[in-house]
């Protein structure tokens, strides 16, 4: 598929197959709400688990949600054509998440009290997931080689735009108490840890054993065999799980598997480059 089928829009590319100018319109026009809580990813960061988490932080482990509703509808993107569908089934406190950068978010997001969730993950090991997702999505273009997809990646060239420029955006948002900040690793590391920090950010209070819980269901081999969460219900002709999954291998560090001594030489010296005299510190080495 070549690029003249992605939507161009404020200089970031994205797929026909889930937006359209209606629903990029929609998104600038979303009336937010005080209790809505949105997860903000970069593309390939950890937004389906997020998707997963959310209904059950929110609703104190019920797992009717997770188990009846494709992930999608449950929790759907802010951009995507979806939410004009079923925003109006959306129980509040609704949640959604977003690929977003910050500058992108309707002008109700910023009067509203709504909480933000971003979570980031090693810039390596997400472009290695994005390399094997564009073979097997086909509504995005053929990723080429892991050296050419890494050029386009470093460039900005692939859903979304840069990934320092997302990270930059959301950091220096300064929305204060209504951010928080959490990495993949920190999920995968220790789930139950992470759920506490994501309840208490929402004021959820939840009990040891409704962590446990909302852990279990939530860990990659859970998702993994539940149709409502997996993909599998998208057919064939625009995900081909025969190619690679979609729940591939849910791990860290798998970057060290696929990048050459000069690849991550180059790799590095871009992102370092373009993360220069920024404040915050990157919760990762990139060696």
Same mark, same amino acid.
């Given at each position: 598929?070549?690029?003249?089928?992605?939507?161009?829009?404020?200089?970031?590319?994205?797929?026909?197959?889930?937006?359209?100018?209606?629903? =990029?319109?929609?998104?600038? !026009? +979303? $009336?937010?709400?005080?209790?809505?809580?949105?997860?903000?990813?970069?593309?390939?960061?950890?937004?389906? *688990?997020?998707?997963?988490?959310?209904?059950?932080?929110? !609703?104190?482990?019920?797992?009717?949600?997770?188990?009846?509703?494709?992930?999608?509808? @449950?929790?759907? *993107?802010?951009?995507?054509? @979806?939410?004009?569908?079923?925003?109006?089934?959306?129980?509040?406190?609704?949640?959604?998440?977003?690929?977003?950068?910050?500058?992108?978010?309707?002008?109700?997001?910023?009067?509203?009290?709504?909480?933000?969730?971003?979570?980031? @993950?090693?810039?390596?090991? =997400?472009?290695? /997931?994005?390399?094997?997702? %564009?073979?097997?999505?086909?509504?995005? #273009?053929?990723?080429?080689?892991?050296? #050419?997809?890494?050029?386009?990646? =470093?460039?900005?060239?692939?859903? +979304?735009?840069?990934?320092?420029?997302?990270?930059?955006? *959301?950091?220096? $948002?300064?929305?204060?108490?209504?951010?928080?900040?959490?990495?993949?690793?920190?999920?995968?590391?220790?789930?139950?840890?992470?759920?506490?920090?994501?309840?208490?950010?929402?004021?959820? !209070?939840?009990?040891?054993?409704?962590?446990?819980?909302?852990? #279990?269901?939530? $860990?990659?081999?859970?998702?993994?065999? !539940?149709?409502? /969460?997996? +993909?599998?219900?998208?057919?064939?002709?625009?995900?081909?799980?025969?190619? /690679? %999954?979609?729940? @591939?291998?849910?791990?860290?560090?798998? *970057?060290?598997?696929?990048?050459?001594?000069?690849?991550?030489?180059?790799?590095?010296?871009?992102?370092?480059?373009? =993360?220069?005299? #920024?404040? +915050?510190?990157?919760?990762?080495?990139?060696?």
């Amino acid at each position: 598929m070549s690029s003249h089928e992605y939507i161009h829009y404020h200089g970031l590319l994205l797929p026909h197959a889930a937006h359209s100018t209606e629903s =990029l319109e929609y998104a600038q !026009n +979303f $009336s937010v709400e005080d209790t809505d809580v949105f997860a903000v990813t970069y593309p390939k960061s950890g937004t389906i *688990w997020m998707q997963e988490i959310l209904p059950l932080v929110l !609703n104190g482990g019920d797992l009717t949600p997770v188990h009846t509703i494709p992930n999608w509808d @449950r929790v759907p *993107w802010l951009e995507e054509k @979806r939410l004009m569908e079923v925003v109006d089934k959306l129980v509040s406190p609704r949640a959604l998440v977003t690929h977003f950068p910050f500058n992108l978010m309707p002008p109700s997001f910023c009067t509203s009290k709504a909480k933000v969730i971003n979570v980031m @993950r090693n810039p390596k090991d =997400l472009m290695v /997931s994005s390399y094997y997702f %564009h073979q097997m999505a086909s509504f995005l #273009e053929d990723p080429g080689t892991f050296d #050419e997809f890494m050029d386009k990646f =470093l460039e900005g060239k692939v859903l +979304f735009g840069k990934w320092t420029d997302h990270v930059k955006s *959301w950091k220096h $948002s300064e929305l204060g108490d209504r951010i928080t900040y959490i990495t993949y690793e920190e999920m995968v590391q220790d789930l139950p840890a992470a759920l506490r920090h994501i309840s208490d950010f929402l004021g959820r !209070n939840l009990s040891e054993e409704v962590i446990q819980k909302i852990a #279990e269901h939530c $860990s990659f081999k859970t998702m993994k065999a !539940n149709n409502m /969460s997996n +993909f599998s219900l998208v057919p064939k002709v625009y995900m081909d799980n025969d190619k /690679s %999954h979609f729940f @591939r291998k849910g791990i860290t560090g798998d *970057w060290k598997n696929h990048f050459s001594t000069e690849q991550l030489a180059r790799f590095t010296s871009v992102i370092r480059k373009e =993360l220069e005299g #920024e404040s +915050f510190p990157l919760p990762w080495s990139l060696d």
